[in-house]
C-alpha cells in the first residue's frame, strides 16, 4: 500500500493514521469538523486494567493490547511532541459490578481474577485509608462488594488527541479539517474517491473512521452497518484540592478524579438519535450521585456539561476490517464505551491487516459481516 485516506479524526482515525504513517504510508485524514471534536473529546478517558492470553476471546485481546499500548505511546507521543497525555495510573474502585448491557468488557471480579489481573479486595478500613473522604454511607457498603484494581489508568483525551494530531504531522499526514465527505465514486470492487465540500480526493486505500456517523458513510456504498449513537453526558466538577485518588465505579455512574481538582462524573448510556444536548434529569442524577460518594462534592463549582456521542454497535463489539464486497475500503468503528481505550490496539491490528500482514489478533470476531446479535437495550 502507498496511500490511504482516512475518513473521520477522532481517536479511531488519528490513531491509524499514526500508525499507518509510521510505517511509511501516505496518509490523508479529513474531517468534517476540527480533529478530536466529537465522542473521542466527550469521554471521561478511563483506561482500564487488563491482560490477556493467546486463546482468548479477540475483545480481551483487543483489550490487553490497547492496554500495553496505551503506556507506550504515552511515553513515544510525549518524546516526539512534548505533549502530555494525561496517562497516569490511578486505579479503579467497583461497588459491586453491574455488567451494561451490549458491553463486552467485563470487570466483574471473577472474569478479572481469571484473567491475572491484579485485584485488591477492600474493607472499611483499607477503602477509609485509599479515599479518606468517601461517605459513611459507601464506606458501609464497602466490606460486601468492593475491589480496586491498581494499574487502571486514565488519559485526558483532549490532550491525547492533540498528541496525536501533532505526532501525525510529524510524520507527514495531511490533515484536512472542515470538510465533509459526502458520497463515493465505485469502480468495481473499490472506492476510487471520496467527494467532499471541498472536492474530490483519490486514494489507493479508504478507510471510514467516522464515529456513530459511520453508518450513514457506508450506507452510501450499500453497506448496512448495525450500530446506532448512544448518548453518554458528563458533567465537570472542581475542587480547589484533589480529594480523591481513584476512579470511583458504581453501576454505570463513575467519577474520575483529575490531578488539578477537576472531577469527571458520569454517565448516561442514552438511545436518543443524535441528539446531543445535555439534559436536567440526567445532570441532576449524576450530581447527586456525586455527593453521595463524596458529601465534599456538594460544595464543588459545576464548570461544564457535555455529551457525546459513543459509536455503538448493536453487539457492543467493534466493526474492525474490509467493507463486505470491496477490495480496498476499511472500516474501523463501533467500539461504543471504549473507543478512547481501544483504539491504540485497533490501529495497530488494522494497519497490520491494510498492510498485507496477517494480525497479531484473529478479526474474524469484528467482521462488519458477522452475524450481530443485539445486545444494547433501548435505555432512553
Ligand atoms: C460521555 C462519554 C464517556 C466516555 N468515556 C470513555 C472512556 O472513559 N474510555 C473510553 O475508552 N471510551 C469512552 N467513551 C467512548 C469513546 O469516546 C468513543 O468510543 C470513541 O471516542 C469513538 O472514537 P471515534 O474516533 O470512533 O469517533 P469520534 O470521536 O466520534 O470521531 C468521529 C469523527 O468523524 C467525523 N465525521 C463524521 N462524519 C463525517 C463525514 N461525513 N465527513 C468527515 N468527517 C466526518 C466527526 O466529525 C468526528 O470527528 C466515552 C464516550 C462518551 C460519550
Same mark, same amino acid.
Given at each position: 500500500?502507498?496511500?490511504?485516506?482516512?475518513?473521520?479524526?477522532?481517536?479511531?482515525?488519528?490513531?491509524?493514521?499514526?500508525?499507518?504513517?509510521?510505517?511509511?504510508?501516505?496518509?490523508?485524514?479529513?474531517?468534517?469538523? $476540527?480533529?478530536?471534536?466529537?465522542?473521542?473529546?466527550?469521554?471521561?478517558?478511563?483506561?482500564?486494567?487488563?491482560?490477556?492470553?493467546?486463546? %482468548?476471546?479477540?475483545?480481551?485481546?483487543?483489550?490487553?493490547?490497547?492496554? !500495553?499500548?496505551?503506556?507506550?505511546?504515552?511515553?513515544?507521543?510525549?518524546?516526539?511532541?512534548?505533549?502530555? &497525555?494525561?496517562?497516569?495510573?490511578?486505579?479503579?474502585?467497583?461497588?459491586?459490578?453491574?455488567?451494561?448491557?451490549?458491553?463486552?468488557?467485563?470487570?466483574?471480579?471473577?472474569?478479572?481474577?481469571?484473567?491475572?489481573?491484579?485485584? %485488591?479486595?477492600?474493607? !472499611?478500613?483499607?477503602?477509609?485509608?485509599?479515599?479518606?473522604?468517601?461517605?459513611?454511607?459507601?464506606?458501609?457498603?464497602?466490606?460486601?462488594? $468492593?475491589?480496586?484494581?491498581?494499574? /487502571?489508568?486514565?488519559?485526558?483525551?483532549?490532550?491525547?488527541?492533540?498528541?496525536?494530531?501533532?505526532?501525525?504531522? !510529524?510524520?507527514?499526514?495531511?490533515?484536512?479539517?472542515?470538510?465533509?465527505?459526502? @458520497?463515493? %465514486?465505485?469502480?468495481?470492487?473499490?472506492?476510487?474517491?471520496?467527494? &467532499?465540500?471541498?472536492?474530490?480526493? /483519490?486514494?489507493? !486505500?479508504?478507510?471510514?473512521?467516522?464515529?456513530?456517523?459511520?453508518?450513514?458513510?457506508?450506507?452510501?456504498? @450499500?453497506?448496512?452497518?448495525?450500530?446506532?449513537?448512544?448518548?453518554?453526558?458528563?458533567?465537570?466538577?472542581?475542587?480547589?484540592?484533589?480529594?480523591?485518588?481513584?476512579? +470511583?465505579?458504581?453501576?454505570?455512574?463513575?467519577?474520575?478524579?483529575?490531578?488539578?481538582?477537576?472531577?469527571?462524573?458520569?454517565?448516561?448510556?442514552?438511545?436518543?438519535?443524535?441528539?446531543?444536548?445535555?439534559?436536567?434529569?440526567?445532570?441532576?442524577? +449524576?450530581?447527586?450521585?456525586?455527593?453521595?460518594?463524596?458529601?465534599?462534592?456538594?460544595?464543588?463549582?459545576?464548570?461544564?456539561?457535555?455529551?457525546?456521542?459513543?459509536?455503538?454497535?448493536?453487539?457492543?463489539?467493534?466493526?474492525? @476490517?474490509?467493507?463486505?464486497?470491496?477490495?480496498?475500503?476499511?472500516?474501523?468503528?463501533?467500539?461504543?464505551?471504549?473507543?478512547?481505550?481501544?483504539?491504540?490496539?485497533?490501529?495497530?491490528?488494522?494497519?497490520?491487516?491494510?498492510? @498485507?500482514?496477517?494480525?497479531?489478533?484473529?478479526? &474474524?470476531?469484528?467482521?462488519?459481516?458477522?452475524?450481530?446479535?443485539?445486545?444494547?437495550?433501548?435505555?432512553?
Amino acid at each position: 500500500m502507498k496511500d490511504c485516506l482516512i475518513i473521520g479524526a477522532g481517536a479511531v482515525g488519528l490513531s491509524l493514521a499514526y500508525e499507518l504513517a509510521g510505517h511509511g504510508i501516505c496518509v490523508t485524514v479529513i474531517d468534517r469538523s $476540527a480533529c478530536g471534536t466529537e465522542a473521542s473529546w466527550a469521554g471521561a478517558g478511563i483506561i482500564p486494567a487488563a491482560k490477556s492470553r493467546a486463546g %482468548d476471546s479477540a475483545y480481551t485481546q483487543l483489550s490487553g493490547l490497547s492496554c !500495553q499500548l496505551h503506556a507506550q505511546w504515552a511515553k513515544d507521543l510525549q518524546s516526539d511532541t512534548g505533549i502530555d &497525555t494525561g496517562y497516569r495510573q490511578c486505579g479503579e474502585i467497583f461497588f459491586g459490578h453491574q455488567q451494561i448491557s451490549g458491553d463486552p468488557l467485563s470487570r466483574d471480579l471473577q472474569t478479572l481474577e481469571s484473567l491475572g489481573v491484579e485485584i %485488591d479486595h477492600l474493607d !472499611q478500613q483499607v477503602l477509609k485509608k485509599l479515599e479518606p473522604a468517601i461517605s459513611d454511607e459507601c464506606l458501609a457498603g464497602a466490606d460486601l462488594s $468492593a475491589y480496586r484494581t491498581p494499574a /487502571s489508568a486514565q488519559i485526558r483525551n483532549p490532550w491525547l488527541l492533540r498528541a496525536i494530531r501533532e505526532a501525525c504531522l !510529524q510524520r507527514g499526514v495531511k490533515i484536512v479539517e472542515q470538510v465533509e465527505v459526502l @458520497g463515493f %465514486d465505485l469502480e468495481q470492487d473499490r472506492i476510487v474517491a471520496a467527494e &467532499t465540500t471541498s472536492g474530490s480526493f /483519490s486514494a489507493e !486505500q479508504v478507510c471510514l473512521t467516522s464515529g456513530a456517523w459511520t453508518k450513514a458513510l457506508a450506507g452510501k456504498v @450499500g453497506i448496512s452497518l448495525p450500530m446506532k449513537p448512544i448518548r453518554g453526558q458528563i458533567v465537570l466538577l472542581r475542587l480547589n484540592e484533589q480529594i480523591q485518588q481513584n476512579i +470511583i465505579h458504581h453501576g454505570p455512574h463513575y467519577l474520575v478524579p483529575r490531578p488539578d481538582g477537576y472531577v469527571l462524573a458520569g454517565t448516561t448510556l442514552e438511545d436518543v438519535g443524535f441528539e446531543k444536548q445535555t439534559t436536567v434529569k440526567a445532570v441532576r442524577e +449524576i450530581l447527586h450521585f456525586a455527593s453521595s460518594m463524596f458529601p465534599q462534592l456538594a460544595t464543588a463549582q459545576v464548570e461544564r456539561c457535555w455529551a457525546g456521542l459513543r459509536p455503538a454497535s448493536l453487539d457492543g463489539h467493534p466493526f474492525i @476490517g474490509l467493507l463486505p464486497g470491496f477490495s480496498n475500503g476499511w472500516v474501523a468503528t463501533g467500539h461504543f464505551r471504549w473507543g478512547l481505550y481501544l483504539s491504540p490496539a485497533t490501529a495497530v491490528v488494522l494497519s497490520q491487516l491494510m498492510r @498485507g500482514l496477517t494480525p497479531q489478533i484473529d478479526l &474474524t470476531e469484528f467482521r462488519v459481516d458477522r452475524h450481530v446479535l443485539p445486545l444494547l437495550q433501548n435505555t432512553s
